[in-house]
């Protein structure tokens, strides 16, 4: 778009930089809306034990598989549930509660986001940051072996 000046310059604006690996390209437009922060992000705090999990949503899967009992600060949208669950329950629970109580996503966006990949790292710094493309961040205060499970195509990466 060329935004034209007096003097007789002119700039112009472009719609922005496509990531094609950001999970925004999977929502609809009501989803999109609750994954973008409006005001300041409040980091959510969770002491978690091995073999627990965090579900961002119905978005992401966030598995402690193995550690020492540590916090995990999440940064996410202040719209997102987060919700946690023993490791051995997170299937059941995604089967039975994604687009209800695990949301977003809704309906639509359910019917076009990929099916889940999982993504396994072996921390071994303290206040490490996974960092989910286009979702936001979980800072771990102590190593550890952790998975995140998001729809295929979206980066997550330390």
Known sequence: VEIPFADGRAIY?????????????????????????KKELKPKVFQLNAEQTLFLGGLSRFDFISGERSSFM??????????RTKLSNAEALYEKHVGVMLTPPSEKSLEKLPS??????SIKN?????????????????????????????????
């Open 74 to 83: 999440v940064y996410v949208s202040n719209d997102i549930e987060i919700h």
């Open 13 to 37: 604006d472009t719609p922005g930089v496509i990531n094609d690996h950001q999970i925004a390209h999977y929502l609809d437009e009501k989803d999109l809306k609750a994954i973008t922060p």
């Open 126 to 158: 303290s206040k490490t940051d996974i960092v989910i493309s286009g979702l936001g961040w979980i800072t771990l205060q102590r190593p550890g072996v952790i998975a995140v499970y998001v729809p295929r195509g979206v980066d997550v990466v330390l």
């Open 116 to 121: 889940f990949v999982r993504h396994e790292f």
